[in-house]
């Protein structure tokens, strides 16, 4: 694609304003969250967020109305808006799919959208599979590579690709767990298929298939060998840390948090209260690996662990481990807590990556 004409840029853009809610509610998606009200909406508020940051590019925006777009436009101060769909009350993933319907005879140069992973499957469903998708992360499960790394990586991206244009596109495989599989033991990703996005404009472009295994024996015998009896753990999601639970000979959901105490099990699946409660007590870690392929420490598969849990433990009290092959090719983790709160984040963070190994990575948030 030539360089776009600013008097002819016109993107299609909207809002799920349920993605990334369930977060709040200890919930794993946000499929059968209730209805939500702007306040209260993260997608909403990554999504104004997102247009005051372009809000000078003389976009001509294709929205639907209310909370799924035009209010949106109304606060960032973009008034150079068309509504093209009227979305029910509350929303559903129904008017997702109708407003990508409706501006597909448009042809907008490019599609914005603020939600997560199923926000992604009902574009797919929809049938938009030609025309560049930018995904402005909102949602809880974003394991899809059609997402920037934060909504400022997604304010950049467009401000290049407005400015400069798209040169090439390349495939992004839609990924997502089912919801009726998120609190069984053992959940796995799906492929849904592939949507397009901008090349070469640093987007997430692996997305986690399976939830990595690797060799964590040695991991786990380090983190148990070096427990601090008086020490409070909140045991993060994903196999690795799981390896822990695994020692205990206990067997949790893979995508939720637990709590142990002196070497036990003693709380499954805890909520970000719960999580916030036991960090503000001085004795606490916390224990995460990245998402492998992504290369996310927070903000991506660890939506209990928000702002304020960070505030109150310290990036002291936080235990990285990932297996080493894991982090062969990484150069850096990152970090999108995606909140208006100062988190003091360092340059650098230590991973256990086997038996008294450790690797330093650098972070980027």
């Known amino acids: 694609m030539a360089k776009l004409d600013y008097a002819r840029v016109k993107i299609g853009f ?16 946000s499929d059968q969250v209730d209805s939500i009200d702007r306040p209260s909406s993260t997608s909403y508020s990554a999504g104004r ?27 960032a101060g973009i008034s150079d808006y068309e509504i093209v769909y009227f979305p029910k009350n ?13 501006i597909m005879g448009m042809i907008p140069q490019l599609l914005i959208f603020c939600g997560g992973d199923g926000t992604a499957r009902d574009i797919l469903a929809a049938g938009f599979i030609s025309i560049p998708v930018i995904g402005v992360p909102a949602g809880i499960k974003m394991e899809s590579s059609v997402f920037a790394i934060s909504v400022q990586h997604a304010i950049n991206v467009t401000r290049e690709v407005v400015g400069k ?15 009726e599989e998120l609190d069984t033991i053992h959940p ?10 901008p ?13 990595y295994q690797g060799d964590t024996e040695g991991i786990a015998d380090y983190f148990i060998e070096t427990m601090d009896k008086d020490m409070h753990y909140i045991i993060g999601p994903g196999s690795t840390c799981k390896s822990i639970i695994a020692r205990l000979d206990k067997e949790t959901n893979l995508l939720g948090f637990d709590l142990v105490e002196a070497g036990r099990l003693m709380e499954t699946d805890i ?30 598969g660890n939506k209990q662990i928000s702002a304020r849990v960070v505030q109150a433990l310290g990036f002291d009290n936080i235990m990285v481990l990932s297996a080493q092959d894991k982090l062969t090719y990484t150069k850096k983790l990152y970090i999108d807590l995606n909140t208006k709160q100062t988190v003091d984040i360092p340059k650098y963070i230590r991973v256990i990556i086997g038996y008294g190994m450790f690797k330093i990575v650098k972070l980027e948030g």
Do not use: W
Request: aromatic share 8%; proline share 6%.
């Open 14 to 29: 909207f809002i799920n304003p349920r993605a990334g809610s369930g977060a709040s509610l200890n919930k794993k998606g």
């Open 49 to 75: 967020k997102f247009l005051q940051g372009i809000r000078d590019l003389g976009i001509h925006f294709l929205v639907p109305g209310g909370i799924m777009g035009a209010d949106a436009m109304d606060e």
């Open 90 to 102: 509350p929303t559903e993933a129904s008017d997702t799919i109708s407003f990508v319907k409706s």
């Open 165 to 179: 244009g798209i040169a090439e596109t390349e495939k992004a495989e839609v990924v997502d767990i089912p919801e």
């Open 188 to 197: 796995h990703p799906r492929f849904y298929g592939e949507l397009v996005t």
């Open 199 to 211: 090349a070469n404009q640093g987007m997430v472009s692996s997305p986690k298939l399976d939830f």
């Open 271 to 300: 909520s970000e209260q719960r999580i916030f409660e036991v960090a503000t007590t001085g004795k606490c870690k916390l224990v995460i690996s990245p998402i492998g392929g992504q290369n996310f420490l927070l903000g991506r």
